[in-house]
């Protein structure tokens, strides 16, 4: 997983007081009179209410519940006084122009991904230097003549339309696309044919959140998962009605038939994939990260399927099912925390009848595998860094890529039946390449190379282990300039995730030079939650064992003041998403360790979340408050809750988005509008992205102006030298 919404920083080496005298902050309060509490900022007003829960014999307070209510006019009012007195104040900032500009020469580069073959036509994403938005290019194989297929700088005036996701089918005759509306989860499935550039009018599919779609072989349709869009059925609730349906090309999609039913369980996910040759549909059900169930159907007669049958269900653990040449060839973390390969025969599906050829290597984690080539590609962490392995279907050893260096890189790329195939590698400081091989004779050749205005070769990369609190060893990737010496002074970035089995991989970003060249220290440790060391590593830091992840994190920011390179007060925390969650929860946890704090598209109401966004599909990550164990865990690292007035936190710039329909923006809302009123430290800023979904707006010049704010903002809160 790279750091996607993590973008760079700008450099000032002294506090801003925010422009601002002391002020005096009103906060009204329903039933009480009005309320004054001392702030140095100029912050918008805000009501606070008398609100109590009550959980299991505690009195919770919420007194910020009204900003929930995202579509309520005094909702909307505040939220435009915060963004404009947040943009207001983060335009002031030393040197945000300049690195606003630094940014724009960073990110006018031209880059291209890893070839898809679909018959006699091959299609690439590619960005352009000088457009917005990454567009999808197809080249005739044949004549070598390329042209834009899907240009989404094209679609809207406003840039408001986003294309959320395509699969070419299997002949290159046809290409499936989401188009999202400010770059939001909610997605519209359309068609376009490959020949003529002519998108359909009838194959228009509301509902296509989860659609990914799966082409059958002949190209004539293709398997999707549906979701109701009606306000009839809670958007909380809509995941429980998926419904997993086939679509032929060119028939009215309302009438589309029903594969296989809503599971009910507004937890899970569900999505249906066709092999390649078309003999076998498998339906698969997730249970957040931790348990998928597999069926199958035999579809050799596509006119007569066979009946549904269980291939793995019931069991607490992962199954990802490839087939080839009628066998499943099964990635599994069942019996095997690290992961192994199993190979399954459909004519005897049961579990007694599966065959190991890939058995769990101690210290390294199987990430994935892929067939390309008639041969099994595995791609393998050792310590968060890639290794790639070729072996026979039957499990025996052919070979390993050689990989350039210490980094991150992919299984082989390519199609089943097709000796030709792709990896990609990259590293913290190598920007990325693209290799072609062959499966047959190992054969590699570069094939593309990311060209970057960076002088990489100033950097170096180091990767330490550290102990975390209970004394678990815990790794981390630090970049800094060759001549940074350990003065105690180094301005540093810490990156962090820690969830839902998502490895933090050191792929290259070149949003991280701009804070590196000013010679500042960049780390990012593969804390618990993840999945850098398996299926254990994960569940170490879920549920209730959280806490682990932000024990890890915190120790991180010990362990890189112990060794000389910074001090408390230096140091900057990011993350978003779960990532937010994690910025939260260390800031409020340890607010004396940070010298700012940025919090982006978080969840931050730990009680709550699971009310609204996407939250019950995140149950499984967390637990719920309406589980009494879970809500003692809960209430004790909720951010939101653990704010305690008159308290010296850190600087904090919340990030919200307005079309962000995964994390309800609810979360940022609340938590920015209860630090305000209590911490006696840095400004608190929210600064809400318009036109933005979850990962925020999908264009160029958006990241520019996003990353400019937040690390001018970081680094302006650090103090002098």
């Avoid at 003999?279 to 069926?295: C, E, K, N, P, T």
């Avoid at 960076?454 to 330490?464: A, L, M, N």
Wanted: proline letters at 6%; glycine letters at 8%; hydrophobic letters at 35%.
């Amino acid at each position: 997983m790279n750091r996607a919404s993590l973008v760079p920083v700008c450099l000032a080496l002294f506090l801003v007081a925010m422009h601002a005298p002391l002020a005096r902050s009103v906060e009204q309060t329903d039933d009480s009179p009005k309320t004054i509490a001392v702030s140095p900022f100029h912050y918008p007003p805000t009501r606070r209410l008398d609100l109590k829960d009550t959980f299991f014999g505690t009195e919770v307070e919420d007194p910020y519940r009204w900003l929930e209510d995202g579509k309520s006019p005094d909702v909307l009012a505040w939220i435009k006084a915060q963004d404009d007195y947040a943009r207001a104040e983060l335009r002031k900032l030393p040197d945000r122009d300049a690195m606003a500009a630094r940014l724009r020469e960073l990110y006018a580069i031209e880059s291209i991904g890893v070839p898809t073959r679909r018959g006699d036509r091959e299609f690439n994403t590619r960005r352009y230097a000088d457009k917005e938005k990454a567009v999808v290019v197809v080249r005739d194989r044949r004549t070598g003549i390329e042209k834009i297929l899907l240009d989404p700088n094209t679609w809207s005036a406003d840039g408001s339309l986003s294309l959320a996701g395509w699969r070419a089918s299997w002949n290159g005759k046809s290409i499936a696309y989401k188009v999202s509306r400010n770059n939001s989860d909610h997605a519209t499935l359309h068609v376009i044919d490959v020949g003529s550039g002519k998108v359909s009018a009838i194959d228009v599919i509301e509902g296509a959140r989860y659609a990914n779609p799966s082409w059958t072989p002949s190209g004539d349709g293709f398997y999707y998962t549906w979701i109701p869009t009606s306000n009839a059925v809670a958007a909380v609730d809509r995941p429980g009605h998926q419904e997993v349906r086939f679509h032929r090309l060119g028939t009215d999609p309302r009438k589309d038939p029903v594969i296989r039913q809503k599971t009910g369980d507004p937890r899970t996910f569900a999505w249906a994939t066709l092999s390649r040759d078309g003999h076998w549909l498998f339906y698969s059900v997730a249970r957040g990260m931790r348990s998928i169930d597999v069926w199958f159907r035999d579809m050799r007669r596509p006119s007569k399927p066979g009946p549904w049958q269980a291939l793995a269900v019931g069991r607490p653990a992962i199954y990802q099912v490839s087939a080839w040449k009628d066998r499943f060839y099964i990635h599994t973390d069942d019996g095997a925390p690290a992961y192994r390969v199993l190979r399954a025969d459909p004519r005897q599906p049961a579990r007694e009848h599966w065959r190991e050829i890939v058995p769990e290597r101690a210290g390294e984690t199987l990430t994935g595998i892929r067939i390309v080539g008639n041969r099994l590609s595995l791609g393998y962490l050792k310590d968060v860094a890639s290794r790639i392995e070729v072996r026979e279907l039957d499990g025996k050893f052919v070979r390993e890529v050689e990989l350039p260096e210490v980094g991150s890189s992919t299984t082989l790329l390519g199609n089943e039946d097709d000796d030709k195939a792709y990896y990609v590698f990259t590293s913290l400081t190598r920007p990325t390449e693209i290799y072609r091989t062959s499966v047959r004779t190992g054969r590699s050749s570069l094939w593309y190379k990311l060209k970057v205005p960076v002088d990489t070769g100033k950097f170096v990369v180091e990767q330490s282990f550290y102990a975390s609190r209970d004394g678990t060893r815990v790794p981390m990737y630090i970049v800094r300039g060759k001549d940074r010496r350990r003065d105690g002074r180094a301005p540093t970035l810490l990156y962090g995730y820690g969830g839902f089995n998502a490895s933090m991989t050191p792929d290259f970003d070149i949003s991280i030079f701009p804070w590196l060249e000013r010679g500042g220290l960049f780390a990012m440790p593969g804390i618990r939650g993840g999945s850098e060391y398996g299926k254990e590593w994960h569940q170490l830091g879920m549920r209730r064992q959280k806490q682990n992840v932000f024990d890890d994190f915190i120790a991180a920011a010990e362990y890189l003041i112990k060794q000389g390179w910074t001090r408390p007060g230096r140091i900057a925390i990011q993350g978003s998403s779960n990532g937010g969650l994690l910025v939260g929860a260390a800031l409020t946890q340890r607010p004396d360790l940070f010298g700012a704090a940025v919090c982006g598209v978080p969840l931050l109401d730990m009680l709550r979340f699971h009310l609204s966004g996407s939250g019950k599909t995140w149950i499984d990550e967390y637990g719920s408050a309406d589980n009494e164990l879970d809500f003692r865990v809960l209430n004790a690292y909720s951010p939101y809750h653990r704010v305690r007035p008159r308290t010296k936190y850190p600087s904090v710039l919340v990030v919200s988005a307005d079309s962000d329909d995964r994390v309800d923006p609810m979360h940022a809302r609340k938590f920015a509008a209860r630090l305000q009123a209590a911490s006696t430290g840095g400004p608190v800023l929210l600064r809400t992205q318009r036109n933005a979904g979850h990962y925020g707006a999908d264009s160029v010049s958006a990241a520019v102006e996003a990353t400019a704010d937040e690390y001018a903002f970081a680094l302006a809160q650090m103090g002098g030298d």
